[in-house]
């Protein structure tokens, strides 16, 4: 029997913009889930009313103001519950999951979930989420040695992700995302053979070795979603 590789999809693309970094205390601000198939894309948007004011460092960054959220965003558990559901839906159909830094969007998402008395993720699962698919761990994984930021803008610079508009918007972000994934794939056939479970599996161990190898005299102290080696969440 002949299996589809993951790079024919379908694919489920995830990202967040948030009030800030720290998922324990921090809230999603905006959401996007990109359903990715053989010839069709389908994109659905979220904003949510946080709660809490959005500092202005945020909404430098995705545009979103404090005001604007909570004129016209949704009440948080509702859209919350709403995203959990899709991605929960897509993991039982065998749909892998991506996203860019994961590790950041399933820990906020879950702990947004605990906060209003939701089911996390894996709780809806009955397992954890997998399989995962994150350019930026594989992009790691695979060109270990090169010097230079690994934000998603350098790496679609890198991979000649072109036409991507600006970034930091969820949407925009998640189709960056899946573009690069695919440009990933291009770059590297042996990152493409692989089914997506080993792949999930391959990312565990390199972000874990990538933590483990940080050099505290040297590198940036790493803090946040994944700091403790885990992946992705």
């Not at 379908?10 to 967040?16: A, E, Q, R, S």
Request: proline share 7%; charged share 20%.
């Amino acid at each position: 029997m002949t299996t589809t590789p993951w790079t024919a999809g379908p694919l489920l693309g995830l990202d967040t913009e948030t009030t800030g970094v720290d998922v324990a205390t921090d809230r999603v601000v905006t959401a996007a889930l990109v359903l990715r198939e053989p010839g069709s894309t389908h994109v659905r948007t979220w904003l949510l009313a946080p709660g809490i004011d959005i500092p202005a460092e945020a909404t430098s960054i995705h545009g979103v103001t404090t005001a604007h959220a909570a004129a016209h965003g949704s009440a948080p558990a509702a859209a919350l519950d709403e995203i959990a559901t899709l991605v929960v839906d897509a993991q039982r159909d065998g749909v892998p999951l991506v996203a860019y830094n994961a590790a950041f969007d399933l820990a906020i998402l879950d702990a947004e979930l605990v906060r209003h008395g939701l089911p996390t993720l894996a709780a809806r699962l009955g397992r954890p989420v997998r399989p995962v698919l994150d350019p930026l761990v594989l992009d790691r994984a695979w060109d270990p040695a090169r010097e230079g930021k690994r934000r998603l803008v350098d790496l679609c610079a890198r991979y000649e992700v072109l036409d991507v508009g600006p970034l930091h918007t969820a949407d925009a972000d998640v189709l960056a995302t899946l573009d690069l994934l695919d440009a990933l794939a291009r770059a590297f056939p042996g990152l493409a053979a692989l089914g997506a479970d080993a792949l999930h599996d391959l990312q565990v161990d390199a972000h874990r070795r990538w933590v483990d190898a940080l050099d505290p005299e040297r590198d940036q102290p790493y803090v946040g979603a994944g700091a403790d080696g885990r992946w992705p969440a």
